[in-house]
């Protein structure tokens, strides 16, 4: 596709709940990042992939978060056991290239609401 | 650490009414100052990318500028549908944009 492309759009969990959010970056783009946006503030970052390899997971904030791109491609952020704090707009981004100078585009977000 | 912060935290403009936003940073290393509109419900759309101090670039009724240590994004003449946030990012690692908070625009017309 034209952009990047996220799914489900929504999802609401019970707390507890494991949940998978799923990333379909632009093709051909190396860098891929995750983020977490709470009501009213910017993003915060959670991991970055340069293809397949992870190579900052400093952001995601407990051992419950897990994210993987094995072919270099999709990529899937698992949550696991839900809690409410966890509720936020999640949203990935891609870049052409690895490096920092090259800007990044954004999917729409994935709106996580654990209830 | 690296951070950014944006200020105002809102701004309300009549239509017309031309403003400044700002962007403050502190980075071990610049790499680029990234500029991103958001709208509700909606992920960053990107504007800018300003590389040196001294740099301009403008987009319609929008112009962004960078120094050593703030960028400042310039709106002209604003239009009801430049409401929006605004958001700013540093990328100095290369592996991570470091976001600021934001600022809320809403042009009344």
């Known amino acids: 596709g034209a952009g990047v492309s996220q799914s489900p759009r929504y999802k609401v969990a019970k707390r507890g709940q494991d949940v998978a959010l799923r990333c379909d970056p632009i093709s051909g783009h190396v860098s891929l990042f995750w983020y977490q946006q709470a009501l009213g503030q910017g993003p915060e970052f959670l991991t970055y992939?340069?293809?397949?390899?992870?190579?900052?997971k400093s952001g995601l904030p407990s051992d419950r978060f897990f994210a993987e791109r094995p072919e270099g491609s999709v990529s899937t952020l698992k949550i696991q056991r839900t809690q409410q704090e966890d509720s936020a707009v999640y949203l990935c981004?891609?870049?052409?290239?690895?490096?920092?100078?090259?800007?990044?585009?954004f999917g729409q977000g994935t709106r996580l609401t654990v209830v | 650490e690296d951070q950014v912060t944006q200020s105002p935290e809102a701004l309300r403009l009549q239509e017309g009414e031309s403003s400044s936003l700002n962007c403050s940073y502190t980075v071990s290393g610049l790499r680029g100052l990234f500029w991103y509109r958001q709208d509700p419900g909606k992920g960053p759309e990107f504007l800018f990318t300003l590389y040196s101090a001294g740099e301009e670039k403008e987009k319609e009724r929008l112009k962004a500028t960078l120094t050593k240590k703030e960028s400042f994004l310039h709106i002209t003449a604003p239009k009801p549908e430049d409401s929006a946030t605004y958001l700013c990012?540093?990328?100095?690692?290369?592996?991570?944009?470091?976001f600021g908070p934001g600022t809320r625009l809403s042009v009344l017309p």
């Open positions: 992939f340069q293809n397949e390899a992870q190579l900052d």
């Open positions: 981004a891609s870049s052409l290239a690895h490096g920092g100078n090259t800007e990044a585009f």
């Open positions: 990012a540093v990328n100095p690692s290369g592996q991570n944009f470091v």
